[in-house]
């Protein structure tokens, strides 16, 4: 004979709670990548790496340790904000756990209108069929995210592009000497690697692309 198995209200209540905090944290990762500086910056580091023509150097490890680091430099601001608005009140007990999450949530918008452009905002908007918001509060937070990321790749790829252009002159500088000298069959690669690789070290190139990188979130 089975015995009775019987849950209670606040019990329920608890395995609810649960559930939303496992749901949360595994949406941990998607929330890092996604709603903070970590796209443009492992982006942009990305296109560094294809513009030298170094193959894997520096290795993917650390392209994606360097950007979670800068990533936290940036966002450190916010995470203070997040920590002291949201975090501290919750494990003191001082507020509700839906409060929690619309105070941390907050900070996290806040930096994401920052970075997002008004036409990527209007295309969501759009798509989503909402009403015209007045204000930055009338837009969701599902229409803002999109909006967010598609506004960090463009600022990427612009930023890329900035890169690309001095080593692609060195390829052509290097392809065209090559076939006037008659050797065809070298690969300019070869030739130029070389002299890109030296003038991004003569320029401090690491130093001015992380510059360049932190500075374009203020």
């Given at each position: 004979?089975?015995?009775?198995?019987?849950?209670?209200?606040?019990?329920?209540?608890?395995?609810?709670?649960?559930?939303?905090?496992?749901?949360?944290?595994?949406?941990?990762?998607?929330?890092?990548?996604?709603?903070?500086?970590?796209?443009?910056?492992?982006?942009?580091?990305?296109?560094?790496?294809?513009?030298?023509?170094?193959?894997?150097?520096?290795?993917?490890?650390?392209?994606?340790?360097?950007?979670?680091?800068?990533?936290?430099?940036?966002?450190?601001?916010?995470?203070?904000?997040?920590?002291?608005?949201?975090?501290?009140?919750?494990?003191?007990n001082e507020i509700t756990q839906e409060q929690a999450f619309e105070n941390a949530e907050q900070p996290l918008r806040n930096f994401m209108f920052h970075q997002t452009r008004e036409k990527d905002l209007e295309l969501f908007v759009s798509m989503a069929k909402i009403e015209r918001p007045q204000t930055y509060s009338d837009i969701p937070t599902h229409?803002?995210?999109?909006?967010?990321?598609?506004?960090?790749?463009?600022?990427a790829f612009q930023m890329g592009f900035a890169i690309f252009i001095p080593f692609m002159i060195i390829d052509m500088i290097v392809a065209s000497t090559l076939m006037s000298m008659g050797m065809m069959m070298m690969p300019p690669m070869m030739i130029s690697l070389p002299f890109k690789i030296i003038l991004f070290v003569l320029v401090d190139g690491w130093s001015l692309?992380?510059?360049?990188?932190?500075?374009?979130?203020y």
């Open positions: 004979m089975n015995p009775d198995i019987t849950f209670s209200l606040g019990e329920t209540g608890s395995v609810v709670q649960l559930l939303l905090i496992i749901t949360v944290l595994s949406l941990a990762p998607a929330i890092l990548v996604l709603m903070t500086s970590f796209t443009r910056i492992v982006v942009v580091l990305s296109f560094v790496r294809n513009a030298l023509g170094t193959q894997q150097l520096p290795p993917t490890q650390v392209i994606i340790g360097l950007s979670l680091f800068l990533t936290y430099f940036v966002m450190a601001p916010t995470f203070t904000q997040l920590n002291a608005e949201a975090l501290q009140p919750y494990m003191a229409v803002l995210i999109p909006s967010f990321v598609i506004s960090e790749l463009k600022t692309v992380v510059k360049s990188l932190v500075t374009s979130f």
